[in-house]
């Protein structure tokens, strides 16, 4: 990767000083953009108690750590780092240098959800694995990150695609943490007061898991619609904290295209749209059934994400004003959920006026919502939308 070869020409520069030499909170680490792509720049992170133990107020950086429900094992990353010009501190290897540069950017993510309020959301410091070796069940192992809900951890898988590395791209990070605002607004609440106990003694799935889900009950198939909020608001949240609708683009992800977040609005679908994907298997788990369903999923929350990003438009401050309602409105979201999870299939547009309920609207906005919305919901639930 170039990064990796910046880094060479840089860390021979820097053993021209004495290594032995302490130095500071200061790093020179590489950063990206669309619009500069990827280049060194020099730091300052002032959550950091010591940079050679990656533990500060934004987060622990666990690097090649072990990861249980209990969360990671072992101690923080320790980087190895070299003192360059001006007490600067050079990452002495890759692993050092990605796992500064995980802290690097939730100590922005910090920043961002204390700017908006909402940092009282979640328990920090955030809990991040750098180079995590784990097998999905789909055997993927490499160019993923994960956001672990019953460890309330994230962790970066090893990457080997000619693109910037998961822990340096803002906006895969700043996804994977939205995650963990909607475990704790939305899926926690619901797991906390649904039947977890089932008649027959066995414990039942969790609101969040598919892989265990009823294909054949409401209460299986509303996962997937719960899982299209939250991997849909996760985009909208990453391209507004980075500013680039398009952050998946850069570490060459497959069917990035499919989730820029200023792409094409196209009307919702209705939850029933799952039925037919089960409708041969009968009551049997199939496994490319289920990945059709969560293929669905993660398109109907990209549309999601385009309304969102369509109505706050490209003003930053009113990108932050939208996503800071919606962040607020997410506690509303189980209120809503409750009375239909066991009884009947919800549709993907049911979310959306629990979240813009009380936003302020204008006539593009509600033009943005009759291309998405079905007639009924925009006349019923959208007054001033009615033309």
Request: charged share 20%; aromatic share 6%.
């Given at each position: 990767m170039r990064i990796i070869v910046s880094?060479?020409?840089?860390?021979?520069?820097?053993?021209?000083?004495?290594?032995?030499d302490e130095c500071g909170n200061k790093f020179a680490l590489p950063k990206f953009s669309t619009e500069t792509g990827v280049r060194f720049e020099e730091v300052q992170l002032r959550t950091l108690g010591s940079p050679y133990r990656l533990k500060g107020a934004a987060a622990e950086i666990f690097y090649e750590g072990a990861l249980s429900d209990a969360g990671y094992g072992g101690s923080v990353a320790e980087?190895?780092?070299?003192?360059?010009?001006?007490?600067?501190?050079?990452?002495?290897d890759t692993g050092?240098?990605?796992?500064?540069?995980?802290?690097?950017i939730f100590e922005r993510i910090f920043d961002f959800d204390r700017g908006i309020g909402v940092e009282g959301h979640l328990?920090?410091?955030?809990?991040?694995?750098?180079?995590?070796?784990?097998?999905?069940?789909?055997?993927?192992?490499?160019?993923?990150?994960h956001y672990f809900g019953v460890a309330d951890s994230i962790g970066i898988l090893p990457y080997s695609l000619d693109g910037v590395h998961l822990a340096f791209n803002p906006g895969i990070l700043a996804h994977e943490h939205f995650h963990a605002h909607f475990q704790s607004q939305v899926l926690n609440p619901l797991n906390a007061v649904s039947e977890i106990i089932s008649s027959g003694g066995g414990i039942k799935p969790t609101?969040?898991?598919?892989?265990?889900?009823?294909?054949?009950?409401?209460?299986?198939?509303?996962?997937?619609?719960?899982?299209a909020w939250n991997e849909g608001l996760a985009d909208f949240y990453a391209c507004v904290f980075t500013g680039e609708p398009d952050f998946f683009t850069a570490s060459n992800l497959d069917r990035v295209s499919e989730r820029e977040c200023n792409g094409p609005l196209t009307l919702f679908a209705p939850g029933a749209v799952l039925k037919p994907q089960i409708a041969a298997t009968g009551p049997g788990q199939n496994v490319n059934i289920r990945k059709e369903m969560v293929g669905i999923a993660y398109f109907q929350g990209t549309l999601a994400a385009r309304l969102l990003y369509r109505i706050a438009g490209p003003d930053k401050a009113a990108q932050r004003q939208l996503l800071q309602h919606v962040m607020r409105q997410l506690h509303r979201v189980p209120l809503m959920v409750r009375p239909k999870l066991d009884r009947t299939i919800?549709?993907?547009?049911?979310?959306?006026?629990v979240l813009l309920d009380g936003a302020k609207l204008d006539t593009m906005d509600c033009v943005f919502l009759s291309l998405t919305l079905s007639k009924q919901t925009l006349s019923r639930r959208f007054s001033q939308c009615r033309l």
């Open positions: 880094l060479s020409f840089l860390t021979l520069a820097a053993c021209a000083g004495n290594p032995n980087p190895r780092l070299i003192r360059g010009a001006g007490d600067v501190c050079v990452p002495a050092s240098m990605l796992s500064i540069a995980a802290y690097e328990k920090w410091p955030r809990k991040v694995g750098v180079e995590l070796h784990l097998r999905n069940p789909d055997g993927q192992t490499h160019n993923n990150a609101v969040d898991d598919l892989d265990n889900a009823d294909l054949q009950s409401p209460s299986g198939l509303n996962r997937f619609v719960l899982r919800m549709d993907f547009e049911d979310i959306v006026p």
